[in-house]
């Protein structure tokens, strides 16, 4: 039997079979990226990985953390390198590291979160390339992991807020392209605790009742700066002013464990500073006396930056 081959036809069926084999082996590289995950790990349900990414660190915390949101460029403090500006918080921690595929840039899975968080919610800090500082920084000392560290000119980073079902998250994510050409991104995203900011005459009946409250809205930069914000001031005030007949003690806290005499002083130049305010707010300065304590009074088992105000019983 003889068989006539026609030479446009044969040319036609190595085109389809290339083309096949070409889809075929594509979809395995895919369905082998998106499976090698590490065991237990999952994506963050607010926000979607870059495509064929696949995590190799994960981390989810079941109950409330003490977390530090970096909110500002980096800069020498004493001749140690610390953000211009950082809030405390707390809340359930959610850490996410992704290996991006081979051929993906930096920016362009930085674009692809950025895009998402800008949709659903407000950036409050963003910074890419040199501007951010040091990459070996962010890596080591902020997020610890080693596989962070690459050039500076090849960073990106970016933290926003949004509301989800009347809960607030803060996202921080990091893209960096190392020198071996691999991009790896770090996703932390914090299910904030909320802070109620109660009005004054609620705020004093839980001084007068319980002796304590605990003053959530009342911030220090990193330079133990008081934060200027007028209501939580104008709130603490009015609290006073209801009943000239109460006296407190503002205490400060730190989370600071490492020297315990250099956390009770920072504690305590805390809490003068917001003596300070009330009294330029018209608050007798005998009413009220500063104190600080340092990590020596974690608050649930949890040493954190606070202002508490104590009821002068005596």
Excluded at 68 to 88: A, D, E, F, M, Q
Aim: hydrophobic share 40%; glycine share 4%; net charge neutral.
């Amino acid at each position: 039997m003889k068989f006539i081959w026609d030479t446009n036809a044969v040319v036609l069926l190595l085109v389809v079979l290339s083309v096949m084999l070409s889809i075929s082996s594509t979809d395995y590289l895919y369905a082998s990226e998106a499976s090698s995950d590490i065991p237990g790990s999952s994506d963050s349900v607010l926000l979607q990985r870059f495509p064929r990414s696949h995590i190799i660190a994960f981390e989810k915390s079941s109950e409330n953390v003490p977390y530090t949101l970096i909110l500002g460029s980096l800069k020498k403090i004493k001749n140690l390198l610390s953000p211009k500006k950082s809030r405390k918080l707390n809340g359930r921690l959610t850490r996410i590291t992704y290996r991006i595929p081979n051929g993906i840039r930096s920016r362009e899975v930085f674009e692809h979160f950025k895009s998402q968080l800008s949709d659903r919610g407000e950036i409050l800090f963003i910074c890419q390339e040199r501007e951010c500082g040091s990459s070996n920084y962010w890596a080591n000392t902020v997020f610890h992991k080693a596989e962070l560290y690459g050039p500076e000119e090849d960073q990106y980073l970016l933290v926003a807020q949004f509301m989800e079902d009347k809960q607030q998250y803060l996202a921080t994510i990091y893209t960096i392209e190392r020198g071996n050409r691999r991009v790896y991104t770090h996703l932390e995203v914090i299910e904030a605790e909320l802070r109620v900011r109660m009005d004054p005459a609620s705020m004093l009946g839980i001084l007068q009742s319980d002796g304590i409250v605990h003053l959530d809205n009342v911030e220090f930069d990193a330079d133990n700066r008081l934060v200027d914000d007028p209501k939580a001031i104008d709130n603490l005030v009015k609290v006073l002013r209801i009943d000239s007949t109460v006296n407190v003690y503002i205490v400060g806290h730190v989370a600071e464990q490492t020297n315990l005499d250099s956390a009770v002083s920072k504690s305590r130049q805390r809490a003068e500073q917001l003596v300070a305010r009330l009294v330029q707010n018209g608050i007798a300065v005998d009413r009220l006396s500063a104190q600080g304590v340092g990590s020596l009074a974690p608050a649930k088992g949890q040493p954190r930056d606070r202002i508490d105000l104590v009821l002068r019983r005596f």
